[in-house]
T-cell receptor, first 112, second 112 residues
Framework: GENVEQHPSTLSVQEGDSAVIKCTYS??????FPWYKQELGKGPQLIID?????GEKKDQRIAVTLNKTAKHFSLHITETQPEDSAVYFC???????????FGIGTKLQVIP | NAGVTQTPKFQVLKTGQSMTLQCAQD?????MSWYRQDPGMGLRLIHY???????DQGEVPNGYNVSRSTTEDFPLRLLSAAPSQTSVYFC???????????FGNGTRLTVT
């Protein structure tokens, strides 16, 4: 089955700096890569996603890049703000919704 | 529109007791799933369903049963709780046509 590795497990940045979280996947058939943000006491919430036919996608301060050859994908958050502090999960799946495999999560702390 | 609702929010069980974690969604989603979240292990899929009367196993199904008698509800049953089942459990749903997964706010279960 699919295996998703995510690093770092914790990340501290100063407010205004950028944060990068990296993931790798094992199954070359995976074609959908979502990123979820989990705030304390809440369930994960989708923040951005990318499909395998796209190399990069941006949404305001958030961007995701995908390298299919290397089976790498990354989340980039620019101009970080304290409200960006949360746990971020990368994930991979074939098709989009079934058997989504998650990484272990990255706890991001933005220091004011 | 409440989204995905999980009850209870917290539960403490003794080893060997049984219980049912409830999950309901009001978005008419065909796909529903259960994940458990453990430190350092991310979110792992327990069971999932693509419609009423159809269920299948995920990555970690042992010790858990599910059924899907209606589109809205997808309960998770622990027949004989074990300390290894101490975890935070999340229910998630989606349209069959595609993502994203919508998560509930979780049930924190402790088995002593």
């Amino acid at each position: 089955g699919e295996n998703v590795e995510q690093h770092p497990s914790t990340l501290s940045v100063q407010e205004g700096d950028s944060a990068v979280i990296k993931c790798t996947y094992s199954d070359s058939a995976s074609n959908y890569f979502p990123w979820y943000k989990q705030e304390l006491g809440k369930g994960p919430q989708l923040i951005i996603d990318i499909r395998s036919n796209v190399g990069e996608k941006k949404d305001q301060r958030i961007a995701v890049t995908l390298n299919k050859t290397a089976k790498h994908f990354s989340l980039h958050i620019t101009e970080t703000q304290p409200e960006d502090s949360a746990v971020y999960f990368c994930a991979a799946s074939i098709g989009g919704y079934q058997k989504v495999t998650f990484g272990i999560g990255t706890k991001l702390q933005v220091i004011p | 529109n409440a989204g995905v609702t999980q009850t209870p929010k917290f539960q403490v069980l003794k080893t060997g007791q049984s219980m049912t974690l409830q999950c309901a969604q009001d978005m008419n989603h065909e796909y529903m799933s259960w994940y458990r979240q453990d430190p350092g292990m991310g979110l792992r899929l327990i069971h999932y369903s693509v419609g009423a009367g159809i269920t299948d196993q995920g990555e970690v199904p042992n010790g858990y049963n599910v059924s899907r008698s209606t589109t809205e509800d997808f309960p998770l049953r622990l027949l004989s709780a074990a300390p290894s089942q101490t975890s935070v459990y999340f229910c998630a749903s989606s349209q069959l046509q595609g993502p994203p997964l919508h998560f509930g706010n979780g049930t924190r279960l402790t088995v002593t």
